[in-house]
C-alpha cells in the first residue's frame, strides 16, 4: 500500500467534481442554502466535501470503499491490524473500547486518575472498576502512569478482569513502561486498552516514547486531532488482533456513532495519516529540537522549572516526551492559573492548560522559534515582575486524596440521591462526577465517599479561579449525594 495515496480526500474531491445535483442531506446542499456569512467564512470547498454516506462515498458504519481502504492505510501507517476512524473524538474511541471487552459487573482494571470518558463507560457498561493508584509527583502537583508493579498487584488479586486500561503517555507526555504493562496482562490473557489521546505523534519518531501499537497493546483509542494534523473531534481506534473481536470493536463504535458522520473530519483523518506516514519522522525530529531548545532557554529563567528527562527513573516515569513543555511556576508564588492569565492578557498566549502549580505548552510541528521565543519573552519578563518572590511563601504543593469506592459507578448513577451543602456531603457517597477542566480528571466519581481532603482541594482550586467541572450546582455550595435511609426512633 502506498501511503502517499489518500483514498478518501481524493473520492471525496473527484465526486465533488462531478457538481452531481444532490436532492439528498445535507439541505445546505454545498452551501448554497447556508448563511452567507458562514458560507463565505467557511469556504466552498469544505462545503463541497460536507456530505452524507451516499453509496459512493462509503459508510463509516460498514466500510467497504473508501473508508475501508483510508482505514487500511492508517491501520498499516499505525502498525494495527485495524484501524477504525472516530468522528466523536477520542472519548467516543475510549468508550467502545471498554464496552467491548466488559458486559455488566465484569472488571476493568483502571487507573484513578482517568479521563471523564472512561467513567462514562463505566457506567455505560456496568463494569466494576478496580483502580490502580496513579504514581502522583508531590513536586509538581500532577499524577505519572501506573507502574508494571502495580498491574501485576491488580491482576493476581482479580485475574478474572476483563481488561487493563493504561493512560500512555500521559496529559503532561509522561509514559510508563507499556511493553512490560503488556507482558504483565498478556501473562494473565488480558487484553490493555490504551488511553493514547496524547500520543498520536508517538509512533512516529524513535526519540519518543513508545506507542501502544509498538508496544503490543490490544486497543488505542489515539487523538489524531490533539497532535496529529487532523480536524478537532477525529480520532482513531487501532486494535490489535488476538484478544479482541474487530467484529465487536466495529459493531460497538458503531452503536455509539451518529449516523451522519462529517466527511470532512473523516478526510482530515486521511490527510493527517499521510502526512504522519511520510512527513512525520522530519517534522518531529524538528518540533523535538525547537522544545528542547524552548527548555533550555526556559530553564535560564529564575523562579522557573521546565520538566525534561531527569523526571526519569520512577517506576511510573519511564519515558517522556520532550515536545510537551511542563513548567512548574510555584517558585513564582503564582499558580499556573494566575500565569496562564497573565500569558493571554499580555503576549496573546495561550497555553494548553494551566493548574495550581503548573502550566502546559505543547510544541507541534505547526510551531516555528518565533513562537517559541514569544513564550520565552513573556515568561521572562513576568519571572522579572515576581522579584519579590523570595518573600513570599513558594505555593505549597497538595495532591487530592484518592476518595474509596463504596458502590460501583452505574449503581451510584441510578441510585435515589439527595442534594446536601457541600460540607454536610463529607463522608457521603458522592452521586456526581467532579473534576477540574482540562484535564478532566476525576476528583470524584460517582460511588465514592466524599473525604474533608478533597473537599479542600475543589475549594483550593476555585479559589484559585480554576474551573471545577460536573456538578450540578456550579457554585459547589451543595451536592448531589446517595440518599441514606435512617432508622426510625
Ligand atoms: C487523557 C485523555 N483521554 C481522553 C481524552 C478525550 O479525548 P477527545 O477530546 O478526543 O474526546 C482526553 C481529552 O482531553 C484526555 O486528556
Given amino acids: 500500500m502506498s501511503q502517499d495515496r489518500t483514498p478518501l480526500f481524493s473520492g471525496l474531491i473527484a465526486h465533488a467534481e462531478k457538481d452531481p445535483i444532490q436532492f439528498h442531506i445535507p439541505g445546505h446542499k454545498k452551501g448554497k442554502g447556508m448563511d452567507k456569512e458562514f458560507r463565505e467564512f467557511i469556504g466552498e470547498n469544505t462545503l463541497s466535501i460536507d456530505m452524507i454516506n451516499i453509496e459512493p462515498l462509503d459508510d463509516l458504519h460498514h466500510p467497504q470503499g473508501i473508508i475501508k481502504e483510508a482505514q487500511d492505510l492508517a491501520a498499516e501507517a499505525f502498525g494495527a491490524d485495524y484501524t477504525f476512524f472516530s468522528v466523536q473524538g477520542t472519548s467516543g474511541a475510549i468508550m467502545t473500547m471498554v464496552m467491548s471487552v466488559c458486559q455488566p459487573g465484569d472488571k476493568i482494571i483502571v487507573p484513578r486518575n482517568v479521563h471523564k470518558s472512561v467513567t462514562s463507560a463505566i457506567i455505560f457498561s456496568g463494569a466494576t472498576p478496580i483502580f490502580i493508584h496513579p504514581e502522583l509527583d508531590g513536586q509538581l502537583g500532577i499524577s505519572h502512569g501506573i507502574t508494571p508493579e502495580a498491574v501485576n498487584r491488580a491482576l493476581q488479586a482479580h485475574p478474572d478482569a476483563k481488561g487493563v486500561l493504561v493512560i500512555n503517555p500521559t496529559y503532561f507526555g509522561i509514559a510508563a513502561d507499556l511493553k512490560k504493562i503488556v507482558e504483565v496482562a498478556h501473562d494473565f490473557h488480558v487484553p490493555v486498552l490504551v488511553d493514547e489521546a496524547?500520543?498520536?505523534?508517538?509512533?512516529f519518531h524513535e526519540h519518543l516514547p513508545l506507542s501502544a501499537m509498538q508496544a503490543g497493546a490490544d486497543l488505542a483509542a489515539t487523538s489524531v486531532h490533539k497532535l496529529g494534523g487532523s480536524m478537532t473531534q477525529s480520532s482513531v481506534l487501532n486494535l490489535r488482533e488476538g484478544l479482541v473481536s474487530h467484529e465487536r470493536v466495529q459493531a460497538v463504535l458503531?452503536?455509539?456513532?451518529?449516523?451522519?458522520t462529517s466527511y470532512v473530519l473523516l478526510a482530515s483523518l486521511d490527510t493527517a495519516r499521510r502526512q504522519l506516514a511520510i512527513k512525520g519522522k522530519e517534522m518531529l525530529e524538528r518540533t523535538i529540537i525547537l522544545a528542547q531548545e524552548t527548555r533550555l532557554a526556559i530553564n535560564e529563567i529564575p523562579g522557573l522549572y521546565c520538566v525534561g528527562k531527569e523526571i526519569l527513573g520512577s517506576d511510573a516515569t519511564y519515558d517522556y516526551d520532550p515536545t510537551k513543555l511542563i513548567v512548574?511556576?510555584?517558585?513564582?508564588?503564582m499558580t499556573g492559573y494566575d500565569v496562564e492569565v497573565w500569558l493571554r492578557e499580555h503576549y496573546r498566549i495561550e497555553v494548553e492548560l494551566s493548574d495550581l502549580y503548573n502550566i502546559l505548552c505543547l510544541v507541534t510541528p505547526g510551531d516555528t522559534s518565533e513562537e517559541t521565543e514569544s513564550l520565552v519573552q513573556a515568561l521572562k519578563e513576568l519571572a522579572a515582575l515576581q522579584t519579590d518572590r523570595a518573600a513570599r511563601q513558594p505555593v505549597k504543593v497538595k495532591v487530592p486524596e484518592i476518595p474509596l469506592l463504596a458502590l460501583s459507578p452505574r449503581e451510584a448513577f441510578y441510585s435515589e440521591t439527595e442534594v446536601v451543602p457541600l460540607d454536610e456531603g463529607i463522608g457521603r457517597i458522592s452521586a456526581e462526577s467532579l473534576m477540574i477542566?482540562?484535564?478532566?480528571?476525576?476528583i470524584f466519581i460517582p460511588g465514592e465517599i466524599i473525604t474533608e481532603d478533597n473537599v479542600a482541594y475543589i475549594r483550593d482550586n476555585l479559589d484559585a479561579g480554576l474551573p471545577v467541572q460536573g456538578p450540578e450546582d456550579e457554585t459547589l455550595a451543595t451536592i448531589r449525594v446517595i440518599k441514606e435511609h435512617r432508622a426510625f426512633k
Fill in 328 to 333: 512548574s511556576v510555584k517558585e513564582l508564588a
Fill in 254 to 260: 458503531s452503536m455509539l456513532t451518529t449516523t451522519s
Fill in 437 to 442: 477542566y482540562p484535564p478532566g480528571i476525576p
Fill in 198 to 203: 496524547h500520543g498520536v505523534h508517538i509512533h
